[in-house]
């Protein structure tokens, strides 16, 4: 086995992870992605058919990235939703995936962000709204990021294609 098949196997591996990071908030995601094609491209053995994989993937990763930031961003700014109840859903959903196995994280980061948003409008209903719209926004966001990681990594599967025809 050469070190060119020995680097594609660990960059799929964490492409793979990255991927399944874009929904699974506690793994990284495309920023492991992103530094899995430059890794590819530099030691991989593709040459500049690396290279023109990692920039056309780079593309769907910082698009990726961006729409998930700017959509929800722009949701929760929309339901004005403060920083501060994302913050206390994040913990609580850590604390949650430590709590209860497999779904704890996505259980406590509802369940975090309903009692931050019960805290500040002190209305069950409004926190309930404004909670469904943060979780929405969320899944929105992850969604588009995750799409685009699929992009992504088709991209690079379809350029390990071309470079094992080629050489």
Same mark, same amino acid.
Do not use: D, Q
């Given at each position: &086995?050469?070190?060119?098949? /020995? %680097?594609?196997?660990?960059?799929? !591996?964490?492409?793979?992870?990255?991927?399944?990071?874009?929904?699974? +908030?506690?793994?990284?995601?495309?920023?492991?992605?992103?530094? @899995?094609?430059?890794?590819?491209?530099?030691?991989?053995?593709?040459?500049?058919?690396?290279?023109?994989?990692? $920039?056309?993937? &780079?593309?769907?990763? /910082?698009?990726? #990235? =961006?729409?998930?930031?700017?959509?929800?961003?722009?949701?929760?700014?929309?339901?004005?939703? +403060?920083?501060?109840?994302?913050?206390? *859903? !994040? %913990?609580?959903? /850590?604390?949650? #995936?430590?709590?209860? +196995?497999?779904?704890? !994280?996505?259980?406590?980061?509802?369940?975090?962000?309903?009692? @931050?948003?019960?805290?500040?409008?002190?209305?069950?209903?409004? *926190?309930?709204?404004?909670?469904?719209?943060?979780?929405?926004?969320?899944?929105?966001? &992850?969604? =588009?990021?995750?799409?685009?990681?699929?992009?992504?990594?088709?991209?690079? %599967?379809?350029? /390990?294609?071309? $470079?094992?025809? @080629?050489?």
């Amino acid at each position: &086995m050469t070190s060119e098949t /020995v %680097v594609t196997i660990l960059c799929g !591996l964490a492409i793979l992870a990255g991927v399944a990071g874009t929904v699974i +908030p506690v793994l990284p995601g495309s920023i492991l992605i992103g530094a @899995s094609l430059l890794a590819w491209a530099i030691w991989g053995g593709a040459g500049s058919a690396g290279w023109v994989v990692f $920039a056309v993937a &780079m593309v769907f990763v /910082v698009a990726g #990235m =961006a729409a998930s930031a700017v959509l929800t961003g722009r949701k929760l700014k929309e339901h004005a939703i +403060p920083s501060r109840s994302i913050v206390a *859903a !994040l %913990v609580a959903g /850590v604390v949650g #995936m430590f709590i209860i +196995p497999v779904v704890g !994280l996505f259980v406590g980061f509802a369940a975090g962000l309903l009692l @931050s948003e019960l805290l500040r409008t002190r209305n069950i209903g409004n *926190a309930a709204t404004s909670s469904w719209a943060a979780l929405k926004a969320t899944g929105l966001g &992850m969604l =588009a990021e995750f799409g685009l990681a699929c992009l992504a990594a088709s991209t690079w %599967v379809i350029g /390990v294609w071309i $470079a094992a025809a @080629s050489g």
